[in-house]
Nanobody, 123 residues
Framework: QVQLVESGGGLVQAGGSLRLSCVVSGRTLSAYTMGWFRQALGKEREFVGRITWSAGNTDYADSVKGRFTISRDNAKNTVYLQMNSLKPEDTAVYYC????????????????WGQGTQVTVSS
């Protein structure tokens, strides 16, 4: 049974930073892509970025490029989302997820999901 557990969310002022963590347990996901998504109240879940476990290749949504950075620690089975220069429009529940195949910007292509962590950015 694969479990993904996010942590690190909270309330921060605009311009501030947060680092989210996603701990994976239950099995090794070395062949997977780990994605970060977010969902604001009343909106659809949107792709934030992704990283491959093996090579550490990353991609980001245009809305966060240059501000957010995804990294992973293979020894700790943990993926991180470092968020800098936060804006009120970044307010959302943030999820990590694991995808074995292609289509890593599409949440429907992900096999495993965490429970989410709330990020609120005040103006």
């Amino acid at each position: 049974q694969v479990q993904l557990v996010e942590s690190g969310g909270g309330l921060v002022q605009a311009g501030g930073s947060l680092r989210l963590s996603c701990v994976v347990s239950g099995r090794t996901l070395s062949a997977y892509t780990m994605g970060w998504f977010r969902q604001a109240l009343g909106k659809e879940r949107e792709f934030v970025g992704r990283i491959t476990w093996s090579a550490g290749n990353t991609d980001y949504a245009d809305s966060v490029k240059g501000r957010f950075t995804i990294s992973r620690d293979n020894a700790k089975n943990t993926v991180y989302l470092q968020m800098n220069s936060l804006k009120p429009e970044d307010t959302a529940v943030y999820y990590c997820a694991a995808n074995r195949g292609a289509g890593w910007t599409n949440p429907m292509r992900y096999d495993y999901w965490g429970q989410g962590t709330q990020v609120t950015v005040s103006s």
